[in-house]
């Protein structure tokens, strides 16, 4: 319901107030003539008017004392009596005022909604970031340990453990170089070097470097259908090569034995959509939503198995977005995932 304005309370209290005056006048006293009436009139405006204005001042005065605080409140700002005034006169303020609290109250409810996820997401974050860095920091130290108390001098292990020593190595190196490519992308420090590039053969790059994973796995990695002619888009090929090689080693990790990969470009008029799909294990639906955290794992038990640093599909959901595209999952547990993106056609 619309609250009435401090002028227009002022109008009614001080007519009533007029209109009381006035019958009082006439039932006490008799109109002898019409002077006498003249002046019983004059008399009820000067009512209606000193009513008037007394009211409306002590009306403005209490709600501009009280809309103040609650603007400086909502929005950190202390509104110039005259701009409130000004606003008195022309609007129902009160019903304003109150309109602007109620959406500043569930700005701040989801505000807050937002950072208890923030902060549910953080403590994850530093739990996974500190598991992904103890298991390679621990080998370390203790295939250094063993090798200085000794095991340096037996020929049967020393080579092995620095073998082993030096992959832990590189995992951690994987895993710093990784947070500094988020890093790079999300404050834009790393410009993308944009440039007409055939990303079929991107794509049969990383079939290449990735073959030999494929074949132990029993994964085929293959085109959806022949492409003869070269599927140009305008993208930053280093970047772009990375968000293959994440997407494809991840459908051979996890697909299943003599299972597939299988790569597919469509025309969308402005856009190329590249559609990389397998036949693995799938994600379950709860997870969907959450698979481009960084260091998240749908199946810990089996991403530890496999290795990898847990920022892949992060890394590539920046990079799509860098290049003010979008990438979208479907996915079904049993039956596999299907990762779509898209690229600016050249």
């Not at 209490?62 to 103040?68: A, E």
């Not at 295939?143 to 092995?160: A, C, F, P, R, V």
């Not at 832990?168 to 947070?179: A, C, E, K």
């Not at 198995?305 to 959901?317: E, F, M, N, Y």
Request: proline letters at 2%.
């Amino acid at each position: 319901m619309k609250t009435a304005t401090p002028r227009q309370m002022a109008i009614f209290i001080a007519f009533f107030s007029s209109l009381i005056a006035g019958i009082v006048m006439l039932i006490t006293f008799s109109i002898e003539n019409f002077n006498y009436l003249l002046t019983i009139i004059l008399s009820l405006l000067i009512i209606f008017v000193v009513i008037y204005i007394f009211v409306f001042y002590i009306l403005s005065a209490f709600i501009l004392n009280k809309i103040n605080p609650i603007y400086k409140t909502i929005y950190d700002i202390n509104i110039p009596e005259d701009e409130l005034k000004s606003e008195l006169d022309e609007t129902d303020i009160v019903t304003s005022a109150q309109k602007d609290v109620i959406t500043w109250s569930k700005r701040k409810t989801r505000e807050i909604a937002q950072f208890k996820q923030l902060e549910k997401y953080r403590q994850e974050f530093l739990g996974n970031m500190y598991h992904e860095l103890k298991t390679p920091i621990f080998n370390i130290q203790g295939y250094i340990s063993t090798l200085l108390e000794g095991g340096l001098k037996d020929q049967s292990i020393n080579k092995q453990y620095l073998e082993n020593t030096d992959k832990n190595i590189n995992r951690l190196i994987s895993i710093v170089n990784d947070l500094e490519s988020i890093s790079e992308l999300e404050s834009g420090i790393q410009k993308l070097n944009l440039k007409k590039l055939n990303i079929k053969k991107l794509f049969e790059e990383s079939f290449e470097m990735n073959g030999i994973l494929a074949k132990k796995s029993g994964i085929k990695l293959k085109f959806a259908k022949k492409q003869d002619k070269p599927v140009n888009v305008m993208a930053d090929r280093k970047r772009i090569l990375q968000v293959i090689n994440n997407l494809v080693i991840n459908s051979i990790k996890y697909g299943k034995k003599n299972g597939s990969t299988t790569i597919d470009f469509i025309d969308m008029g402005k856009n190329i959509l590249v559609e990389v799909s397998d036949n693995g294990i799938g994600i379950p639906k709860r997870d969907i939503p959450r698979i481009y955290e960084r260091f998240y794992r749908v199946d810990k038990s089996h991403s530890s198995k496999l290795g990898g640093t847990g920022l892949g599909l992060s890394i590539v959901k920046h990079i799509i977005e860098a290049h003010n595209q979008k990438i979208t999952v479907r996915s079904k547990v049993d039956e596999g995932s299907s990762f779509t993106f898209t690229l600016k056609k050249a």
